[in-house]
């Protein structure tokens, strides 16, 4: 663990306790009795352990009867990032689950969308949406909007102010002719982005970042995926977008862009994969496409609960990782029924599972590596590994304070437990209720 070289900075809190994070190396990293100072911007001014605690104290010039001290059953752990969720559909989360990929957009997803032009209607499911993520650990998302500008920075900042970190994006489409009304035309949906991001980036908000939003190849013309890649390009802007996630949308894909090899290389030829894309399923990439996705740094969002929920497809995980391509978890809501990124990380486990099931010679992921990837392996996809994900010395303090002793909880403790056999036990177990606190450097 790094030391801090800023004995200088003010400290506004420190923490005695259990800490459980991934570094690049370890999967899961178990601290006991360690101590963790916050300055007071919010950042990680040292990690050591409880034993130095008075020589900590007088170097940095805090009192140890001010040091907080978790209880045995509680633990620190790195604050869950969902790198895809459409926010707009929360509205019907958890139902329209009957109909594959295509005609449940057509029958379900773009009749709801098109009435966030309604604000008020936008205002009510956008405060609903960020606090029940934040209520269920997700410190930092990946947010599709609509194809509304004003709706879309309404999200922007209600993001900002309830304190989770966030990219929001103002979804693109230029090809729709299902739903009257919900689409633009080329050039509307070039001046609205333009605009979306100017104004994002004015309000100067500490959490929130534009993400240039194609909604998918098959909504937009090739001329407007070109103009959405220079517009990332200009301002070095995230991009995040849809990619092989129905077999009957890649055959179209490959339909309508015949001049490109493959689903991947539409999204290249266009300048749309790049280090600060992530784009959601991938269930159907091939090893060659694996291979362009690690080539320009470039993410996936693992989204298995719509993926089973939609008849998608299984996204083989540990191919993606062995291709040495970033991946994150996803809720991706509505889709997926579940806006708790606990649920992602357990049918990522029975993702892996099932594909053992089909070919016993298929390595399952651990329930650390998972713990990894919805926590530093988000932060990763997202290009926010600088900020977030991990404890590291520097970065902002973002994280969880789990108590899995709470009154009413689902776990029974028949014994004292090390602390890797209470993660996994939360993990597999655990409720929002178990979350004591939430914190990230605005919200000590």
Known sequence: MAHSDRPDMAIAKVYRGTFMHSTQQTALQVLKDELLGVDTDGKIAFMRPGAELGALSQTFGFSPSDVTQLAKHEFFMPGLVDTHIHACQYSYVGTALDMPLLQWLDTYTFPVESQFKDLQFAERVYSQVVSRTLRNGTTTACYFASIHTDASLLLGKIANDFGQRALVGKVCMDTNNSVEHYKETYQESQD?????????????????????????????????????????????LHIQSHISENLEEVKIVKELF???????????????????????????????????????????????????????????????????????????????????????????????????????????????????????????????????????????????????????????????????????????????????????????
């Open 192 to 236: 609205e982005t333009c605009r979306f991001i100017a104004e994002l980036l004015k309000r100067k908000y500490p959490l929130v970042r534009p993400v240039v939003t194609p909604r998918f190849a098959l909504s937009c013309t090739g001329a407007l995926l070109g103009q959405l890649g220079e517009i990332a390009k200009k301002d070095n």
């Open 258 to 444: 015949p001049e490109s090899e493959s689903y991947t290389d539409v999204y290249l030829k266009h300048n749309l994969l790049t280090d600060k894309t992530v784009m959601a399923h991938g269930c159907h990439l091939s090893d060659k496409e694996l291979d362009l996705f690690k080539e320009k740094g470039a993410s996936l969002s693992h989204c298995p609960n719509s993926n089973i929920s939609l008849c998608s497809g299984l996204l083989n995980v540990r191919n993606v990782l062995n291709h040495q391509v970033k991946l994150g978890l996803g809720t991706d809501v509505a889709g997926g029924y579940s806006a708790s990124m606990l649920d992602a990380v357990r049918r990522t486990r029975d993702t892996s599972k099932v594909l053992n099931i089909q070919n016993p010679e298929h390595e399952t992921l651990t329930f650390e590596e998972v713990f990894r990837l919805a926590t530093l392996g988000g932060s990763q996809a997202l290009s926010l590994d600088d900020k977030t994900g991990n404890f590291e010395v520097g970065k902002d303090f973002d994280a969880l304070r789990v108590n899995v002793a709470a009154p009413g909880g689902p776990m029974d403790w028949i014994q004292s437990e090390e602390p890797k056999i209470t993660l996994e036990k939360f993990l597999n177990l655990g409720k929002c209720h178990f979350l004591f606190n939430v914190s990230n450097p605005f919200r000590l």
